[in-house]
T-cell receptor, first 114, second 114 residues
Framework: AQSVTQPDIHITVSEGASLELRCNYS??????LFWYVQSPGQGLQLLLK??????LVQGIKGFEAEFKRSQSSFNLRKPSVHWSDAAEYFC????????????FGAGTTVTVRA | DGGITQSPKYLFRKEGQNVTLSCEQN?????MYWYRQDPGQGLRLIYY???????QKGDIAEGYSVSREKKESFPLTVTSAQKNPTAFYLC?????????????FGNGTRLTVT
């Protein structure tokens, strides 16, 4: 079965600074990888996804992520953080199957200071 | 606009009572899912359904039950057998059989059992 680790529980970043959220996955084959964002009391919104091809994927809200097979990682980045980026971020991995079950990491909470 | 509606947003129950959480989608998606979210634990899959009148247990199905009588609806019942029912519950859907499709989430129901 696949699994995901997000090593950082909480990150604080200044507005305008860069942000990187770490995600490591465990899966024997090529995984499907996702990053979601959740505002307090809300559902999850998809930021970006990776299935194959170019290992650097662009998402919404200025986010990007890079798939590194050798490191089993899929880190999320943003060059310049806005106060509205304060939220909880979840990395998820799906197996290469047709049941579309995802395994989620525990999440990283991002706080943005002025 | 198409989407997933979860109701109510907040639900309070006494211990020992069963409670049903509603999830309705108008996205014409075949597959629907229930996740439970607890602080620091990410999302854990309770049940999922790929077609009407069929559903499978996820990783933490004990104490829960579901039905899928209509494509649009996937209600979750939290029974009195669930030992720690207080949590944030998220419903999701996806078009089954469509490769690479991510999950679409509702805005969740926060259940508090005292």
């Amino acid at each position: 079965a696949q699994s995901v680790t997000q090593p950082d529980i909480h990150i604080t970043v200044s507005e305008g600074a860069s942000l990187e959220l770490r995600c490591n996955y465990s899966y024997g084959a090529t995984p499907y990888l996702f990053w979601y964002v959740q505002s307090p009391g809300q559902g999850l919104q998809l930021l970006l996804k990776y299935f194959s091809g170019d290992t650097l994927v662009q998402g919404i809200k200025g986010f990007e992520a890079e798939f590194k097979r050798s490191q089993s990682s899929f880190n999320l980045r943003k060059p310049s953080v806005h106060w509205s980026d304060a939220a909880e971020y979840f990395c998820a991995v799906g197996a290469n199957s047709n049941d579309y079950k995802l395994s989620f990491g525990a999440g990283t909470t991002v706080t943005v200071r002025a | 606009d198409g989407g997933i509606t979860q109701s109510p947003k907040y639900l309070f129950r006494k211990e020992g009572q069963n409670v049903t959480l509603s999830c309705e989608q108008n996205l014409n998606h075949d597959a629907m899912y229930w996740y439970r979210q607890d602080p620091g634990q990410g999302l854990r899959l309770i049940y999922y359904s790929q077609i009407v009148n069929d559903f499978q247990k996820g990783d933490i199905a004990e104490g829960y039950s579901v039905s899928r009588e209509k494509k649009e609806s996937f209600p979750l019942t939290v029974t009195s057998a669930q030992k720690n029912p207080t949590a944030f519950y998220l419903c999701a859907s996806s078009p089954f059989g469509v490769e690479n499709s991510p999950l679409h989430f509702g805005n969740g129901t926060r259940l508090t059992v005292t």
